[in-house]
């Protein structure tokens, strides 16, 4: 994550409900790398539907383009498709069946990301 920061703003936008989130990720380091989260109440339809993700384009003040989602559910693949942002997804064990049609790429496991980041700006 640290490595991820260094050269991107990073923020977190989950269907969870808030409290849910804030008890789930209090002990985590995760959120020291976030400029913010949204959860469910942050906007107005749940994933599939773009409005968390383009809740989260706003709070970033940016356009489609300048975005790319990092994704791990077909329903939340499907959100960033919705708004017009192109999605990469990491598989999990929970959602390895699902369709990830759709996906600028599909990688095994975050590790993958900070390389695949850099080969999709054309740094490579």
Do not use: W
């Amino acid at each position: 994550m640290s490595e991820l920061k260094a050269d991107y703003r990073m923020g977190i936008v989950t269907t969870s409900r808030k409290d849910d989130f804030e008890i789930i990720h209090r002990e985590r380091a995760i959120l020291d790398y976030m400029e913010f989260y949204l959860a469910k109440g942050d906007y107005n339809q749940s994933k599939p539907h773009p409005d968390p993700y383009l809740a989260g384009m706003g709070r970033f003040n940016a356009e489609p383009g300048e975005c790319i989602v990092i994704e791990d559910s077909a329903r939340g693949l499907k959100s960033a498709i919705a708004a017009g942002i192109d999605c990469i997804v990491i598989r999990n064990d929970f959602t390895r069946s699902h369709d990830f049609r759709g996906a600028k790429c599909i990688l095994n496991n975050i590790t993958e990301l900070p390389g695949k980041l850099r080969e999709l700006n054309g740094e490579l």
